[in-house]
């Protein structure tokens, strides 16, 4: 079964600092994504940033990295230059297609405080 | 854009109720899902559905149902609330296919059964 660990149930950084948030994940599959969403105190679910298996580039979106080491199954998000509004939980999943059907499962979540 | 809209932001029932949440998207997304978010335990999936009247079990149905009449609309239903179905209940929809579809969740639905 695929399973996906987040480490850090809590995380803070300064504003303008950078921080990288951990995922490691189970899966006996080759071909496969991952994504990390983020769901800011009392607002919608959205995502990050989206990693395919198969290319050995890590995805980058404005301040939003990953560090993705296939080998190693980890999925890490680094933020650069933290604001306030970078605030929230934040989810690593990993999406599985299986015939006709798609599933994400998400790990438990980092809790990203950002201190001016 | 794309918009996932959910009946309630809160609910209150009493146990024993028969509850019904409502999620509608409004763009034509062949797959539609609901989740319960719990601190410490993260997003669990009940049950999701890829196309019209299908469903498929999550990996928590028990004490829950499904119904998706039309393509934009997929309700949850809990047939007896219970106390431990208090959380917070997440719909999200995507686009079918072998590819990095997102899903696109709506605001949330925070349940509390007395």
């Given amino acids: 079964a695929q399973t996906v660990t987040q480490s850090q149930p809590e995380m803070s950084v300064q504003e303008a600092e950078t921080v990288t948030l951990s995922c490691?994940?189970?899966?006996?599959?080759?071909?496969?994504?991952?994504?990390?969403?983020?769901?800011?105190?009392?607002?919608q679910?959205?995502?990050?940033?989206?990693?395919?298996?198969?290319?050995?580039?890590?995805?980058?979106?404005?301040?939003?990295?990953v560090n993705?080491?296939?080998?190693?199954?980890?999925f890490s998000l680094k933020i650069s230059d933290s604001q306030l509004?970078?605030?929230a939980m934040y989810f690593c999943?990993?999406?599985?297609?299986?015939?006709?059907?798609?599933?994400?499962?998400?790990?438990?979540g980092t809790k990203l405080t950002v201190n001016p | 854009d794309v918009k996932v809209t959910q009946s309630s932001r809160y609910l209150v029932k009493r146990t024993g109720e028969k509850v019904f949440l409502e999620c509608v998207q409004d763009m034509d997304h062949e797959n539609m899902f609901w989740y319960r978010q719990d601190p410490?335990?993260?997003?669990?999936?009940?049950?999701?559905?890829?196309?019209?009247?299908?469903?498929?079990?999550?990996?928590i149905p028990e004490g829950y149902s499904v119904?998706?009449?039309?393509?934009?609309?997929?309700?949850l239903i809990l047939e007896s609330a219970s106390t431990n179905q208090t959380s917070m209940?997440?719909?999200?929809?995507?686009?079918?296919?072998?590819t990095s579809y997102e899903q696109y969740f709506g605001p949330g639905t925070r349940l509390t059964v007395t």
Avoid at chain 1, 24 to 39: G, P, R, V
Avoid at chain 2, 42 to 58: A, N, P
Avoid at chain 2, 69 to 75: I, M, P
């Fill in chain 1, 24 to 43: 490691t994940y189970d899966t006996s599959e080759s071909d496969y994504y991952l994504f990390w969403y983020k769901q800011p105190p009392s607002r």
């Fill in chain 1, 45 to 65: 679910m959205i995502l990050v940033i989206r990693q395919e298996a198969y290319k050995q580039q890590n995805a980058t979106e404005n301040r939003f990295s």
């Fill in chain 1, 68 to 74: 993705f080491q296939k080998a190693a199954k980890s």
């Fill in chain 1, 85 to 87: 509004g970078d605030a």
């Fill in chain 1, 93 to 108: 999943a990993y999406r599985r297609f299986q015939g006709g059907s798609e599933k994400l499962v998400f790990g438990k």
């Fill in chain 2, 40 to 59: 410490g335990l993260g997003l669990r999936l009940i049950y999701f559905s890829y196309d019209v009247k299908m469903k498929e079990k999550g990996d």
């Fill in chain 2, 67 to 75: 119904s998706r009449e039309k393509k934009e609309r997929f309700s």
């Fill in chain 2, 89 to 98: 209940y997440l719909c999200a929809s995507s686009l079918s296919g072998a």
